[in-house]
C-alpha cells in the first residue's frame, strides 16, 4: 500500500503508435515499479497510442489545434493531477521554452540515435547511409535545444549489414522499452 501512494506520477506525451507509452503501462503496473501512469496527452486525435491508455483506464487528453493549446491544456493538467515527471515518447513536436520554464518538473525524451549523433528525424536511415557500426537509443532530460539535453541512459547496438532503416527501427525500439524504464526509475 505504501508502495503504491508513494509511487511518483507520470504523464506521457504521445502523437503516434505507442508502443513505448504501453511498454510503460505494462511495467507500472508491476509491483516492483517506482512510477504509474497518470496521464496521456496526445496532440494528434488519431494517434494509436490512445488505445493503451483506454484499455488500461488512462485518463487521456487530445490537444490537436495549436502548441500553445496543447501546452496550455497540459500545464493546467499537470498542475491538476500533481504530476511527477512528463515522458515524451514519440511526441512529435517541439515545446516552447515558456513550457520548459513554466512546468517545474523533469521533462523526458527518448531519442533513436546515440546521441548527440543523428539529432532529429530519418535517424536509422541517416546511420545506414553513412554507414555507422553502431546505433542505439538515447533518453534525455528535454531543454530548449533539439535532442540536445542531459543524457540519462544510452543503449548501442550493432548495424548489421542486412539492415533497413525498418529493420533496425524495430531493433531499436525493443531497447527503447528498456532504456526508458532504466531511465525513470535513475532519475526517481
Ligand atoms: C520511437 O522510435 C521514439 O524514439 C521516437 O518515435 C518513436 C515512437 O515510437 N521518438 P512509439 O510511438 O513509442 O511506438
Redesign the pocket.
Known sequence: MERLNSKKKIAVF?S??????NNLIKYSQLNKSLFKIELVLSNKANAG?LKFAELNKIKNYIFDKEIQLFEKGAIKLISKFKIDIICL??FMRILSPYFLKEVKIPIL????SLLPKLKGLNTHERAIKAKYKYSG?TVHFVNNELDSGKKIVQKKIKILKKDTPRSL?KR??KL?HKAYIEAIEKII
Open positions: 504521445i503516434g503508435k505507442g508502443s513505448n507509452l497510442g515518447a514519440g525524451n527518448i531519442h533513436p537509443c527501427a531499436i525500439l527503447e
